[in-house]
């Protein structure tokens, strides 16, 4: 296309297409290769190497996502981690200080009370309940406040506008991790937030068969993070960059049908006795309901219930269902299912896990693009 594509479908197709196409290639061709000969002193491009993340499939991907969020700018790494810990890299120094949320997924926080902390920078848990009290927590070194779009496993839906005005309010940088929602159903940088960071394993590829991540928003912070990137190392190679253009093409395809099939899966759980809560954004019954529909463009794929007669229950259940497959990750075209206190949430102490409504009996899914009818039937077969 001559002119960027404005309506989020069209994007998905054509964002980030070289213009003109590489020799004729209605697909950007994967350039597998390293390094790039230099084209003269003074190219404003300078050198080009696959770890300065600038060579064509990387620059093709991080143009489509940037386009997809209406950001400024986006870069691409090799994991959801490589993107969180590089931007935390680049965004805190020793002596900082950082608001959390506190039901973060299980890399990030290891992330924040690991590493982070030896290096000196300490975070705050604080809860999306009391937004009001995040003040009292701000101190003189408080940089940056870290929060997603919406949590795991309980897909709670924090009031994402107060967070933006409270974080513009005390000069924090903003950054939100945007996986759940994908930019299909929440674009961050729209909503004032300064960056936010992907796991594209997840739905952005969507295929359960690669590991990548993204950094999108602020193009003088996604300069910052590319530079420490060129420290750290964590570029995605370039067959992976073509996989997930791949897959960014259907993401709304796809996740409109996964929403449809977890609408139908989550009221036939809340249906059923031998469950006793269904966490679901798209339920009336859920507490962010009315905040979920009016912030997101869709409810999402992702779900979780608690089985009535609590963990042994949880454990039958995961045995007994046929279709779904027992294992950690989520997005893919395979409905997945965990127990959160065994993956996610094992190393968070208990008091904590039932501090946050995670408890045993609980069942996370990751609800793929099977037939909708036999994955209930299977639920029901397996839940009686
Ligand atoms: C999976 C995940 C990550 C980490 O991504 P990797 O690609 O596994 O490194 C970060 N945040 C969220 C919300 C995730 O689900």
Redesign the pocket.
Known sequence: MKKPPKAFATKLVHGGTPEPRVDGAVITPIFQTATFESTGVGDPRGTRYIRYNNTPNQLALGEALASLEGAEAALVTS???AA?STTLMSLVSPGDHMLVLDSL?G??YDLLNGLLARYGVTNTPVSAEDIDGWSDRVTPETRLVYV?TVT?PLVRVPDHPRIVEFAKTHGLVSVI?N??ATPANFRPPEAGYDLSVH?A??YLNGHSDV???AVIGRTDLVETVRATQWSLGGSLDPHACFLVRRGLTTLALRLRQQEASALALARALEAHPAVSRVSYPGLKSHPDHARAAALLDGFGAMLAFEMAAGESAAERLLAALDIPVVAP??GGPETLVTLPVRTSHALVPEAERVALGITPGLVRCSVGLEDAAELIADFEAALS
Do not use: H
């Open positions: 994991s959801g981690m969180i997924y890399g990030t997603e795991n991790d996986t759940f796991s394993t997840k590991v990548a991540g990750s989520l």
